[in-house]
């Protein structure tokens, strides 16, 4: 189907658009009218939703569902929101599916029910960031929370700002997981590396913080004075053993040739632990 939208995307719009907008096969419709909000202009958005109300959500199946999900998704953040009569008929659709069973879904309602602006999500939503057990789970909830700006109890604003302060000890904390993805941390265990968050990760936490900062009053600022400190870098463990014992003050010529050696096969564990013990 991947294939078969991007086939779909490189033709002029005009000449699928209007079949796009009756197929009544689900997965096929579903197909053809995420590469219309892909493609189209504004003008296809409000067509897309009244094209997607023949399929209910709940006489799809779960991957149907997210189909449905993702292309009103794609809708909103491409072409903006819809008129308030439409948002309101989403709304009636999709809010009492929130939370649902599945974490895929979840997630993606999530996003879409904030960008439809739903009451009353801050808690459902705070809720499921405390009971995941993955780094890659909680950040799907907290981020997209940190663009709503009313509905908060002091509770959860604590729980979410000091997400990003693990080292800071602040009474109903939310702790950030230890754990990832099985399958992310399949990744590096292939190549004989321990699973970890890339070097863009820690600026990403930091404008993710910066936008949920930008939401709050100046009386909510007073209010959460210590669970805003600066986020505090987490003070490395030294590896487990016996301290190193002094042995001899090296020079680099002390290794001559025997540097040219080290680099045909590296141990980074060792290293790691020689610097951390240095």
Same mark, same amino acid.
């Given at each position: 189907?991947?294939?078969?939208?991007?086939a779909?995307?490189?033709?002029?719009?005009?000449?699928?658009?209007?079949?796009a907008?009756?197929?009544?096969?689900?997965?096929?419709?579903?197909?053809?009218?995420?590469?219309?909000?892909r493609?189209?202009?504004?003008?296809?958005?409000?067509?897309?939703l009244?094209a997607?109300?023949?399929?209910?959500?709940?006489?799809?199946?779960?991957?149907?569902?997210l189909?449905?999900?993702?292309?009103?998704?794609?809708?909103?953040?491409?072409?903006?929101?819809?008129?308030?009569?439409?948002?309101?008929?989403?709304?009636?659709?999709?809010?009492?599916l929130?939370?649902?069973?599945?974490?895929?879904?979840?997630?993606?309602?999530?996003?879409?029910?904030?960008?439809l602006?739903?009451?009353?999500?801050?808690?459902?939503?705070?809720?499921l960031?405390?009971q995941?057990?993955?780094?890659?789970?909680?950040?799907?909830?907290?981020?997209?929370?940190?663009?709503?700006?009313?509905?908060?109890?002091?509770?959860?604003?604590?729980a979410?700002?000091s997400?990003?302060?693990?080292a800071?000890?602040?009474?109903?904390?939310?702790? /950030?997981?230890?754990?990832?993805?099985?399958?992310?941390?399949?990744?590096?265990?292939?190549?004989?590396?321990?699973? /970890?968050?890339?070097?863009?990760?820690?600026?990403?936490?930091?404008?993710?913080?910066k936008a949920?900062?930008?939401?709050?009053?100046?009386?909510?600022?007073?209010?959460?004075?210590?669970?805003?400190?600066?986020?505090q870098?987490a003070?490395p463990?030294?590896?487990?053993?016996?301290a190193?014992?002094?042995v001899?003050?090296?020079?680099?010529?002390?290794?001559?040739?025997?540097?040219?050696?080290?680099r045909?096969k590296t141990?980074?564990?060792?290293?790691r632990?020689?610097?951390?013990?240095?």
């Amino acid at each position: 189907r991947h294939a078969a939208r991007i086939a779909l995307e490189a033709q002029p719009v005009a000449e699928w658009q209007a079949r796009a907008l009756q197929e009544q096969d689900v997965a096929t419709s579903l197909t053809a009218l995420l590469a219309l909000v892909r493609v189209g202009g504004a003008e296809v958005r409000d067509a897309t939703l009244d094209a997607l109300a023949r399929f209910p959500r709940a006489r799809l199946p779960g991957d149907a569902a997210l189909g449905k999900l993702r292309v009103i998704e794609v809708a909103l953040a491409r072409h903006g929101p819809p008129a308030p009569e439409r948002r309101q008929a989403l709304l009636a659709e999709l809010r009492p599916l929130f939370p649902a069973s599945s974490d895929a879904l979840n997630r993606e309602l999530a996003q879409v029910l904030i960008a439809l602006e739903a009451p009353d999500l801050v808690a459902p939503i705070m809720a499921l960031a405390r009971q995941a057990t993955t780094l890659e789970q909680q950040t799907a909830y907290l981020f997209p929370l940190r663009l709503v700006r009313t509905g908060w109890s002091l509770a959860d604003r604590v729980a979410w700002f000091s997400w990003f302060n693990p080292a800071a000890a602040v009474s109903g904390g939310l702790a /950030r997981a230890t754990t990832y993805d099985p399958v992310f941390t399949q990744w590096f265990t292939d190549v004989g590396s321990r699973a /970890r968050e890339g070097a863009s990760y820690p600026g990403f936490m930091r404008a993710m913080r910066k936008a949920g900062l930008a939401q709050l009053s100046d009386a909510e600022k007073l209010q959460l004075t210590a669970v805003l400190a600066p986020p505090q870098a987490a003070a490395p463990t030294a590896p487990a053993g016996p301290a190193p014992t002094f042995v001899k003050d090296w020079k680099i010529s002390d290794f001559g040739a025997d540097l040219e050696k080290a680099r045909e096969k590296t141990n980074l564990r060792r290293g790691r632990e020689a610097f951390s013990s240095s």
